[in-house]
């Protein structure tokens, strides 16, 4: 009975994994409104049925398909931060490293301006922050134990940290010079957090 049950569970895995690996790549290229459930169930190889089972509809999908993408992001500025030794030069890092995913096609399209339309604001700004917030708390405490800004509460300057970050991202996915756009921002951005450092 058991292995009866893992079976089981294991076919729900990997059918919902195909239908994330289909979705994401058409919501990336067409957009939300512009795929089908039929376009996303064929190119996964599953039934329709299928798709709703693992999910209520097309925007619990998408839903699914948005937090593995920020994930994954969230998941590479990690990396890059554990391979800098200096706090500070960490938090430079992970601020250059977001702006260079929003000139993602897929993190654009998917994250910064799809995302807000169909999961509504509200929703879409708590993803951001849960996934955000523990990354950006800790490259703060990180500076704060090395000395290299002043001890102060870190849950409140996070948050002002996200909404700059997540803004200049939508700046860059929006701008007609994305290359441009990422330099401003990335002054913009610097010089927010200068004041910050201990000299």
Known sequence: MRVNRRTQRERSDTTRSALLAAARPLFAEHGFAAVGTEAIVRAAGVTRGA??????DKTELFAAVHEQVEQELIGRIGLLLADVADPWEGMLAGVDAWLEAASDHEVQ?????????????????????????GIVEAALHGAIAAGRIAEQPVRPLAHVLIGALDEAALYVARAEDQDTARAEMRSALHALVAPLELR
């Open 109 to 133: 399209r998917i994250a910064l301006i799809e995302a807000p339309a169909v999961l509504g604001w509200e929703r879409w700004r708590a993803s951001g922050q849960a996934n955000g917030i």
């Open 51 to 56: 798709l709703y089972h693992q999910f209520a």
